[in-house]
């Protein structure tokens, strides 16, 4: 079992990928970082000598500052597409504000005696600035450079999001996959890139410079050029390049298993689900891993490739309830068991479709669900209790969680929390176990190879059997941790390979070996 | 040598200098003095091209400054600022070298110079390696004009040179500012808004007020000969010292052997040696003040 994986054997294991990891983050780290350097500078310097701009300067930059991060990349994607270029602009833009405001005030404390002698005894606007300025607002200036470095490393996590790398892809695949080993593997080296780079800064901030020359410039430089050399691998050319959630990449049901069963070889980037299937749309990518209800499949025009070997294991949803509530309201397990059968794949799809890509809310289309199959009753009076249902950060999960709502008001007497937003399943099931929800809509599969996490022998004897996993997790479950899977709902959100509908069809692709035997051919 | 023409120079709407004119001999010093605010400052910025005149002239050596270059002006100009101004990133050594590198000399030349002026300002030369931070105010004003003196120049302007140190230590300085012989030869302009330094420092006083000059001349000529009511009230609270201070002993003791004693300075000799029971000097001491009085009678 993987959980039993001591922290070393993963970092061993996985160490090509680490370095890599790393020093695509560094990379990422830095390039951001010295454009910052070299644009926010002259900027802040520039500001002292025209004053009526600073306020202006600084204030966009603040706002920049405040945008954030996810949602600063998902304005970038649309004109930079994904990959390292929307990242670094990102990160560009976060470093500015620090560096600009240091050097502005770094320069403005410079007291103006020293400055007036310096003028006083014949030197020129440049020395002054070059000989004393600069050097007298070093202290303050590098310390604005440490604080962009250390938001820097750690916004550069989310690069992982958006197909540009780094260690956020084990930090957000750990917590995808709930492998605390994932986790650390990229937290940690993040960290110490934290401390390290800043502890490299204090150094450089300690130096009395007697003057500021134009030949320290060009170290930087060389640093950029020689970190450049990253972005070359994933520059995304006439091959076929998939494009995978972190989660995905981690998955025995996922990536791993694609190379395993189908010996799928092709090119891939980590990227978030948020931003991957317009990607996709936008051919940026050609193959993504997305879910088979997703609203988006109908929005951009992707098929599914069928999964011929069997490697997705079946994902029905089904509701995941705390024992001691059943107990507790023994009136809920029949109100929630009446979904089941109502929704099939097509319905969820369309659900999320007006969810996703309609902007319709989560509440109108559940209503509209409960009304159009007569499940809807008016609210009763609540008093008796309250239940607490969480879900997780997607459409699908906000919809059945306002369904739910809608059953349990309309027919009992309690009351309903909807916790929705939470992160990923690690953190919707640790609500769950820490008492902080009461039950939520899990998936089988996840509840059998994430959160159960079975040995080879479970997995092969269950593959491709679907109430042979629905069995096994509810038996689990009730012994380990005293939770229920109630009844499933009906849709099989499963895993799936995704393709542009065109695409696929132009190149006779229908199933996952096609796309193997595709991809070997050329 | 120093001729300012109507000068004249505003911030704003407020008009800080009003129609300035005067004119610094060779080897003369020459005190801008007034209240804080009238403008003294921004008439000595004015000569070495820090400020420039709304209109108005500026000549040295007879050659208008604005035609040259205001670098290479004020790197010709000795410039000594009341906060001394020394590089805190620099060390005295660095600091008082920063001219001379600016017009390019030799390191030996630099090093001989810097030993030259350390031994005339009483500098110990173990401070040549600290930094400004670490020496006291009266060092620190002394390191400030030997960086004024390193390159020769020959005109140096002050702006309140001892207005930072504390009583004690700017008599003192004052005291050996003036007997340098590096200053006696130079023309200088000095800034201050304290009457007393004033007196002991200039060959001639411009009493200035609200950017306009109210009388220029020798200490003697502002304190007898006062042109209006402003001048004689400026000095009024503190009329004998000045006059002791600007009178000398040669002029009511004819025959004096000390020529260019003040009448105030041989007191001071004398309060200090009054422990010496001698009783000839202690009578010297009335006599001079019989005389002064009588010297202020005619
Ligand atoms: N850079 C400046 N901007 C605006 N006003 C100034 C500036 N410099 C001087 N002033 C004003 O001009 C007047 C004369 O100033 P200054 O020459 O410094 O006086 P002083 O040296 O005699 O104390 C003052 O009222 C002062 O406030
Ligand atoms: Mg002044």
Redo the contacts between chains.
């Keep these: 079992m993987e959980q039993e994986q001591s922290f070393w054997q993963f970092v061993v294991q996985q160490s090509d990928k680490l370095w890599s990891q790393t020093w695509a983050h560094l990379g990422l780290t830095l390039i951001s970082l010295i454009i910052a350097i070299v644009i926010a500078i002259p900027l802040g310097i520039l500001i002292t000598r025209r004053q009526k701009l600073s306020g202006f300067v600084l204030g966009f930059a603040g706002i920049l500052q405040t945008i954030p991060s996810i949602a600063l990349l998902g304005v970038l994607i649309p004109f930079l597409g994904i990959g390292p270029k929307p990242a670094i602009l990102a990160l560009f833009l976060y470093a500015l504000l620090p560096i600009i405001r240091n050097t502005y005030t770094g320069i403005k404390e410079v007291?103006p005696?020293?400055i007036?002698?310096?003028?006083?005894?014949?030197?020129?606007k440049w020395?002054v600035l070059m000989k004393?300025e600069l050097?007298?607002a070093f202290p303050v200036l590098m310390a604005g450079i440490r604080t962009a470095t250390v938001i820097n490393v750690g916004v550069a996590t989310l690069a992982a999001y958006i197909a540009a790398g780094g260690l956020g892809e084990f930090i957000f695949g750990g917590i995808a996959l709930n492998n605390s080993n994932m986790i650390l593997a990229g937290a940690i080296p993040a960290a110490l890139l934290a401390i390290i780079l800043d502890f490299l800064l204090s150094l450089v901030q300690k130096i009395?410079?007697?003057s500021i020359r134009i030949a320290y410039l060009v170290f930087p430089f060389a640093l950029i050029t020689l970190s450049s050399f990253y972005l070359l691998p994933t520059q995304i050319g006439g091959r076929m390049l998939g494009g995978f959630t972190p989660e995905f990449m981690g998955r025995e049901d996922g990536y791993l298993g694609l190379r395993k069963i189908y010996k799928l070889g092709i090119e891939t980037v980590v990227i978030s689900d948020a931003v991957m299937y317009k990607a996709a749309f936008e051919k940026k990518l050609d193959v993504i891993s997305g879910y088979s209800t997703d609203g988006r499949l109908k929005a951009y025009d992707l098929i599914t490739l069928k999964d011929d070997k069997h490697i997705f294991p079946p994902y029905y949803a089904a509701p995941l309830v705390r024992q001691e509530v059943l107990d507790q309201y023994p009136e809920l397990e029949g109100v929630l068991n009446q979904l089941s059968g109502y929704i099939n794949d097509s319905t969820m799809t369309a659900m999320n479709y007006k969810v996703d890509q309609l902007k319709e809310s989560p509440e109108k289309v559940a209503l509209d669900f409960t009304m159009a199959h007569h499940l809807y009753k008016p609210a009763r009076a609540a008093g008796h209790g309250t239940i607490r249902i969480g879900s997780k950060i997607f459409g699908e999960q906000y919809i059945l969680a306002q369904i739910y709502k809608i059953l349990i008001r309309g027919n009992t007497n309690l009351n309903v929390i909807t916790k929705s937003g939470l992160g990923g399943t690690k953190i919707c099931f640790d609500a769950l176990t820490n008492n902080q929800i009461d039950f939520y809509p899990e998936y089988t599969g996840t509840g059998f190879l994430v959160l159960l996490k079975p040995d080879e022998k479970t997995l092969k004897g269950l593959a491709g059997d679907i109430d042979g996993v629905y069995h096994y997790v509810s038996r689990e479950f009730k012994h380990q941790f005293n939770i229920k899977w109630l009844k499933p709902i009906g849709f099989n959100n499963a895993y799936a390979l995704m393709m542009r509908r065109e695409q696929a069809q132009s190149l006779q692709i229908k199933t996952i070996t096609d796309l193997t035997n595709h991809l070997n051919q050329n | 040598m120093i001729k300012a023409e109507n000068l004249v120079r505003k911030f704003g709407s407020q008009v800080a200098v009003n129609g300035i004119s005067f004119e610094v001999k060779e080897g003369e010093n020459l005190i801008l003095l007034g209240t804080s605010g009238c403008g003294k400052t921004t008439t000595l910025r004015m000569i070495?091209r820090?400020i420039e005149p709304d209109s108005g002239t500026v000549f040295i050596d007879g050659v208008d400054i604005r035609s040259r270059q205001?670098?290479?002006?004020?790197?010709?100009i000795g410039?000594v600022?009341?906060?001394?101004?020394?590089?805190?990133?620099?060390t005295v050594a660095?600091n008082i070298a920063?001219?001379p590198r600016?017009l390019h000399w030799k390191n030996t030349d630099i090093r001989q110079r810097a030993d030259e002026l350390f031994h005339k300002l009483n500098l110990d030369p173990s401070i040549a390696e600290k930094y400004p931070t670490a020496l006291s105010g009266g060092q620190q004003q002394r390191v400030g004009l030997a960086?004024?003196l390193m390159v020769n120049p020959p005109v140096l302007?002050m702006d309140e040179p001892f207005g930072a140190l504390d009583n004690l230590t700017r008599i003192a300085i004052r005291h050996e500012f003036k007997a340098l012989d590096e200053l006696v030869k130079k023309t200088l302009v000095m800034v201050t808004h304290d009457v007393q330094e004033a007196f002991e420092m200039g060959d001639r006083i411009c009493l200035m007020d609200k950017g306009e000059i109210k009388q220029i001349g020798t200490p003697e000529e502002l304190l007898f000969s006062p042109s209006n009511e402003f001048v004689s009230g400026f000095f009024r609270e503190q009329r004998l010292q000045l006059e002791l201070k600007s009178v000398l002993v040669t002029e009511i003791l004819p025959g004096y052997p000390e020529k260019e004693i003040t009448v105030w300075e041989k007191m001071e000799a004398l309060l200090h040696i009054r422990n010496d029971d001698s009783l000839e000097e202690q009578l010297k001491i009335e006599d001079l003040m019989r005389a002064f009085l009588a010297y202020k009678k005619k």
Excluded: C, D, T
């Design positions: 007291n005696a020293v007036e002698a310096a003028k006083g005894m014949g030197m020129s020395q004393v050097p007298l009395n410079f007697r | 070495n820090l205001p670098e290479e002006l004020r790197r010709g410039y600022l009341q906060n001394h101004g020394l590089f805190p990133h620099y660095e920063i001219v600016l960086r004024s302007l």
